[in-house]
């Protein structure tokens, strides 16, 4: 089974400061890999993905992402977080079924 | 991306009344479509998926009778929450994916409230 851990509830980081948010997943084959972002009462965008081919994804906003297979881990990072950056972030896994979604990271910006 | 629009985005209703939710794809012709619930501060749980044309597929634990889900055309997805209950409220949403793309895009939500 699939499944999707984000070890993190919350962080907060000072404005201006580089950001890091930790997924690690568990699937059985080559998965697809997501970062979604979701603000308060809204759904969620997608901030980027990963199929296959070159292991750093550039997505939305400034946010990138790299795929470590070795070490089954997808994390998200930004070198300079907004105060609109503060959001919900949830690392998903998936293949052509349906997706699995870690618990979220509440991303905090301190000014 | 492809636009998904959820309505309504908020609702409050009596306890044991009947609550429609409607998805639908507004650019592409979603041959599957997701719910998904969400409890506060917790992840997205999936309820079922909807193919067009077909029965959805419901996830272990969730009740069919309880959250109908309808999906008659390429465009719109329906749930319906029948006899609402308290424990119900949370916040509900839907994705809807074109056939072949493992891409799924996600609605606004909606917020039920049942009092």
């Known amino acids: 089974a699939q499944s999707v851990t984000q070890p993190d509830i919350h962080i907060t980081v000072s404005e201006g400061a580089s950001l890091e948010l930790r997924c690690n997943y568990s699937?059985?084959?080559?998965?697809?890999l997501f970062w979604y972002v979701q603000s308060p009462g809204q759904g969620l965008q997608l901030l980027l993905k990963?199929?296959?081919?070159?292991?750093l994804v550039q997505g939305i906003k400034g946010f990138e992402a790299e795929f470590k297979r070795s070490q089954s881990s997808f994390n998200l990072r930004k070198p300079s977080v907004h105060w609109s950056d503060a959001a919900e972030y949830f690392c998903?896994?998936?293949?052509?079924?349906?997706?699995?979604f870690g618990k979220g990271t509440m991303l905090l910006v301190s000014p | 991306g492809a636009v998904v629009s959820q309505h309504p985005s908020r609702v409050i209703c009596k306890s044991g009344t009947s609550v429609k939710i409607e998805c639908r794809s507004l650019?592409?012709?979603?041959?599957?479509m997701f719910w998904y619930r969400q409890f506060p501060k917790q992840s997205l749980m999936l309820m079922a998926t909807?193919?067009?044309?077909?029965?959805?597929?419901?996830e272990q634990g969730v009740e069919k009778d309880k959250f109908l889900i309808n999906h008659a055309s390429l465009t719109l997805s329906t749930l319906t929450v029948t006899s609402a209950h308290p424990e119900d409220s949370s916040f509900y949403i839907c994705?809807?994916?074109?056939?072949?793309?493992?891409?799924?895009?996600f609605g606004q939500g909606t917020r039920l409230t049942v009092v």
């Open positions: 650019d592409f012709q979603a041959t599957t």
């Open positions: 909807s193919n067009e044309g077909s029965k959805a597929t419901y």
């Open positions: 699937y059985g084959a080559t998965p697809y």
């Open positions: 998903a896994v998936g293949g052509y079924s349906t997706l699995t």
């Open positions: 990963y199929f296959s081919g070159d292991t």
């Open positions: 994705s809807a994916r074109a056939g072949g793309n493992t891409e799924a895009f």
